[in-house]
């Protein structure tokens, strides 16, 4: 008679049931049978050197792949280290499976080693979290796990395995493992409904189509491209919707930067908004207070969230598309693009110059030029930090799916996500090149996930934009304060080239504009993980920073 034990029995489920090859984790002695069940069905286990850069690197995993990322963190401080990661995923509605840790169940409230009510701490923050309390219900909870994480509005979810349940070993023939199951039913729109969407667009004079990160998990790239062919609207994709279209497409706005969405929304008639929240970033939806709003999402609460819609069609992004597009009619809007164009170029002059001028200090905007010059749109692109997410954001243009990430996360404002998601993204895809460009602050948080590069043998390009400061917060107290008072603002000068050669990478120093295109040529050379520690101007202010400063000032 065949035994296995609880923590196989994770592996046995997840890599014969669910498919997962890879998973993100740091060892600890209460998950110990859990890895052990890794190495035997051999899942790949990549270990950090910090539970917050496994959940960011699952975050990061289920955007490049399409698959739920799944991250493995052991109980107390384990946990804990996790739940900023956690709480980005939840933010960013991204499917991430955590498997956690926990104290033993016979030993509940007597003082255990790390125990704690983690199920309640993480609720919050995730759309699902419960505690195995039964060896042979293990694939029964997996199960619920993948499938709440991935159905619907996608996010987090949290699975607790006590130690006394992963150690013990039970006959196979006595555990029932659920099949996967992949639903094909889904809400649609009402016909009336799409028909008065399909109206709205075929008489829109100046429309805009703003995408954000309901499109890349849909998987509507064919649908998508059919409406915008047949549309002929001028579209920008923002957060993980980023790629389902080239930047480069000629309907894009992507190379107007965030500077084209601001001066498009207000001039537009109609305004497409697909699988996007109108939080600050967009201010609620008061962009664009006289256009009419078909929105496109599948949750029904974003419809009309914080903007009334004047058409609403709830469902899944490519589903509502392949119904919409019949209805809608073949139109030419090159002359509204061509001026749409002219009026955020009249905005970017200066950005325009600085990306084509070389200047002592080098300007980000001029860094960001260099590196796209030597990388091209055939790599992934991460941005990390608050200026330096603005010039990523700004600068960068891909032609692969989530080819530019911002993987902040427009509502928790996250720092220190760039090295994670760049790894994850060289994992999903290492035959391209991969370059995070990362602010000297956000740098500060997870560069010591080089030593996990090295180990693993990820060869990614971070580019550091030092302006010795953390920048945003810098200036912006400038502005609101004074520079004389300006306070815990300022970095000054340090060698994180130096940090990542010492932990085995490849490391350059970069203070001249003439340097940054070979070290970046030497970076790639070494085929190791690469640090360009580049001095930029610590005077320049992003329009970001400006517009931070001034949310701030309303209160």
Same mark, same amino acid.
């Given at each position: 008679m065949s035994k296995i034990t609880g923590g196989h029995l994770v592996a046995k489920y997840m890599k014969e049931i669910e498919n997962i090859h890879i998973v993100f984790t740091i060892s600890g002695g209460h998950i110990e049978n859990i890895l052990d069940g890794f190495t035997e069905y051999k899942i790949r286990t990549i270990d950090n050197r910090h539970e917050q850069a496994s959940a960011m690197m699952a975050h990061a995993w289920s955007i490049y792949t399409g698959e739920p990322g799944v991250c493995l963190v052991t109980a107390g401080p384990g946990f804990t280290n996790s739940l900023t990661g956690i709480a980005n995923a939840y933010l960013d509605n991204a499917p991430l499976v955590v498997l956690c840790g926990r104290h033993p169940l016979r030993d509940d409230l007597t003082g255990a080693l790390q125990e704690m009510n983690q199920i309640d701490m993480v609720k919050p923050i995730t759309k699902w979290s419960a505690t195995c309390y039964d060896t042979k219900r293990i694939p029964e909870y997996l199960s619920i796990a993948f499938r709440q994480a991935t159905l619907g509005r996608p996010g987090p979810v949290f699975l607790e395995l006590p130690p006394d349940i992963l150690a013990v070993a039970v006959d196979e023939k006595d555990v029932v493992?659920?099949?996967? &199951?992949?639903?094909?039913?889904?809400? %649609?729109?009402?016909?009336?409904?799409?028909?008065?969407?399909?109206?709205?667009?075929?008489?829109? &004079?100046?429309?805009?189509?703003?995408?954000?990160?309901? %499109?890349?998990?849909?998987?509507?790239?064919?649908?998508?491209?059919?409406?915008?062919?047949? !549309?002929?609207?001028?579209?920008?994709?923002?957060?993980?919707?980023?790629?389902?279209?080239?930047?480069? +497409?000629?309907?894009?706005?992507?190379?107007?930067?965030?500077?084209?969405?601001? *001066?498009?929304?207000?001039?537009?008639?109609?305004?497409?908004?697909?699988?996007?929240?109108?939080?600050?970033v967009l201010q609620s939806g008061r962009l664009f207070p006289d256009a009419k709003l078909i929105r496109i999402d599948i949750d029904p609460s974003e419809i009309d969230r914080n903007r009334s819609s004047d058409v609403g069609l709830v469902g899944d992004v490519n589903?509502?598309?392949?119904?919409?597009?019949?209805?809608?009619?073949?139109?030419?809007?090159?002359?509204?693009?061509?001026?749409?164009?002219?009026?955020?170029?009249?905005?970017? *002059?200066?950005?325009?110059?600085?990306?084509? !001028?070389?200047?002592?200090?080098? +300007?980000?905007?001029?860094?960001?030029?260099?590196?796209?010059?030597?990388?091209? *749109?055939?790599?992934?692109?991460?941005?990390?930090?608050?200026?330096?997410?603005?010039?990523?954001?700004?600068?960068?243009?891909?032609?692969?799916?989530?080819? %530019?990430?911002?993987?902040?996360?427009?509502l928790l404002g996250c720092l220190g996500t760039g090295i994670p998601f760049a790894l994850a993204a060289k994992l999903a895809h290492p035959d391209k090149p991969v370059v995070v460009l990362n602010g000297d602050g956000s740098f500060g948080f997870n560069s010591m996930e080089f030593d996990t590069a090295v180990r693993h043998n990820i060869p990614i390009i971070c580019v550091v934009n030092n302006d010795c400061a953390w920048g945003m917060i810098k200036h912006s107290q400038r502005m609101s304060i004074g520079e004389d008072r300006c306070t815990c603002a300022e970095l000054g000068m340090r060698h994180y080239e130096k940090m990542v050669?010492?932990?085995?990478?490849?490391?350059?120093?970069? !203070? +001249?504009?003439?340097?940054?295109?070979?070290?970046?040529?030497?970076? %790639?050379?070494?085929?190791?993980?690469?640090?360009?520690n580049v001095v930029t101007d610590t005077t320049v202010t992003s329009p970001a920073t400006v517009i931070f400063y001034q949310n701030l000032s309303d209160f």
């Open positions: 493992i659920p099949k996967r &199951k992949i639903h094909k039913s889904c809400t %649609v729109p009402e016909e009336s409904e799409l028909k008065e969407a399909a109206a709205l667009i075929n008489s829109a &004079k100046r429309p805009i189509f703003l995408g954000g990160s309901g %499109v890349g998990m849909s998987c509507c790239d064919l649908s998508l491209a059919s409406f915008m062919d047949k !549309t002929g609207i001028p579209f920008a994709l923002m957060n993980n919707g980023r790629g389902a279209l080239p930047d480069n +497409h000629p309907l894009c706005i992507s190379d107007g930067g965030f500077t084209g969405i601001l *001066t498009g929304l207000p001039q537009a008639d109609v305004v497409v908004a697909v699988g996007i929240r109108f939080n600050w589903e509502v598309l392949n119904r919409l597009n019949p209805l809608v009619e073949k139109r030419d809007h090159r002359e509204w693009l061509k001026n749409l164009r002219n009026a955020y170029a009249a905005f970017m *002059t200066t950005e325009q110059e600085q990306r084509s !001028t070389p200047s002592d200090p080098i +300007h980000p905007n001029r860094l960001v030029a260099k590196i796209q010059e030597v990388f091209g *749109t055939d790599a992934f692109y991460v941005a990390d930090g608050g200026d330096t997410s603005y010039y990523g954001l700004a600068g960068f243009l891909s032609s692969n799916k989530a080819g %530019v990430q911002i993987p902040a996360g427009a050669e010492g932990l085995g990478g490849h490391g350059e120093l970069v !203070t +001249h504009d003439e340097e940054i295109i070979p070290a970046l040529q030497r970076a %790639v050379a070494s085929g190791k993980p690469a640090c360009i």
